[in-house]
């Protein structure tokens, strides 16, 4: 479709506002051609545009704007597995042993198995 466009740097607006092949170099011929502009209008039907200007929107915020806490929670719902039990520390016992079981019940111990997969 781009080789048939005869003003390559056409702008979408202007591209939109008649019919799709009307700034071609020549008309679209069957099969392939008249199949990719069929699928290319069917995408383009519920595309509106306003007169607004162009900005950035950031899908994982509720405001639109880019932040890192967003991002990294976005990150660890994807990557990290959830638990639902809360972690419990007992105090009577070394902090290393806590950590020890935190990291067991977490899967997380640096084993051969896990340090192979890693690539460490």
């Known amino acids: 479709m781009f080789m048939l466009e005869s003003i390559p740097n056409i702008c979408v607006a202007d591209k939109l506002a008649g019919s799709l092949d009307a700034s071609f170099r020549r008309p ?8 990719q502009l069929s699928d290319l209008g069917s995408l383009l039907n519920p595309v509106g545009l306003s007169l607004s200007n162009d900005r950035w929107f950031y ?22 597995p959830s638990y639902f039990e809360p972690t ?12 020890f079981m935190w990291r067991d019940r977490r899967d997380g111990l640096p084993t051969k198995h896990h340090l192979a997969r890693k690539g460490s």
């Open 28 to 35: 679209v011929r069957g099969g392939a051609e008249q199949e």
């Open 59 to 80: 899908s994982l915020s509720t405001s639109g704007a880019f932040n890192v806490k967003d991002t990294r929670l976005a990150i660890d719902d994807l990557i990290l």
């Open 88 to 99: 419990r520390w007992v105090n009577l016992i070394p902090i290393k042993i806590n950590v």
